[in-house]
């Protein structure tokens, strides 16, 4: 289920903090929850949470165990788990276990658990993979569901899709291919349907 107003990543009360006025040239590596209100040119490497609030900036990759995108990054993000809350905006791809996203994602995403696109979400990618895919938002590029794709009423995916199981709700809408995998072989082979809008 789609909750808009759950939480994926809380945010942490205390940690090292980069304000407002601050802008860092180059890497930043901590042990403890990095919370973001200014620039940082480079990479974050974190063995916690980091935290951009809303009017942050990072240009570099993020490595951490949480992140909570409010404000934007141009970089990567890997983590177990990654949220982008409304308004934020990532340019970049996501690997993680576990992906929610309200905001913008310009770049490939690899949720190896789960992943959530809000009505608000939007995803641009050449490829979106995960076991689980939820999505009430818009999502262009290939689609790789390897167990379910639920499609809720105001989902648009334009792009081929790969999938196990399909749920639709209402007038979710697929523009492109559905291919079934099928769990009977062992490759996995993927059989082909032709489907121009699926709702």
């Given at each position: ?167 639709s709700e209402g ?8 291919s079934r995998i ?18």
């Open positions: 289920m789609v909750d808009e107003a759950a939480r994926l990543v809380e945010a942490p009360k205390v940690g090292g903090k980069v304000s407002r006025c601050m802008v860092v040239n180059g890497d930043l590596k901590s042990c403890e929850p990095i919370i973001i209100d200014g620039i940082v040119n480079g990479d974050i490497l974190c063995d916690d949470s980091v935290v951009l609030h809303k009017g942050s900036r990072v240009v570099g990759k993020i490595e951490a165990k949480s992140i909570l995108l409010e404000g934007l990054c141009e970089g990567p993000l890997e983590a177990e788990r990654v949220e982008l809350s409304v308004g934020s905006q990532l340019t970049g791809y996501i690997v993680a276990s576990k992906v929610r996203v309200a905001g913008s994602v310009d770049g490939d995403i690899l949720a190896r658990e789960s992943l959530e696109v809000c009505e608000s979400g939007r995803v641009i990618a050449y490829e979106t993979i995960s076991e689980q895919i939820i999505t009430k938002g818009y999502i262009q590029g290939e689609v790789t569901a390897k167990e379910l794709l639920d499609i809720r009423a105001t989902a648009t995916i334009e792009g081929d899709v790969q999938v196990k199981e399909l749920r007038s979710g809408k697929i523009f492109g291919a559905i099928d769990e009977s072989s062992e490759s996995g082979s993927i059989e082909e349907e032709q489907v121009l809008q699926y709702g």
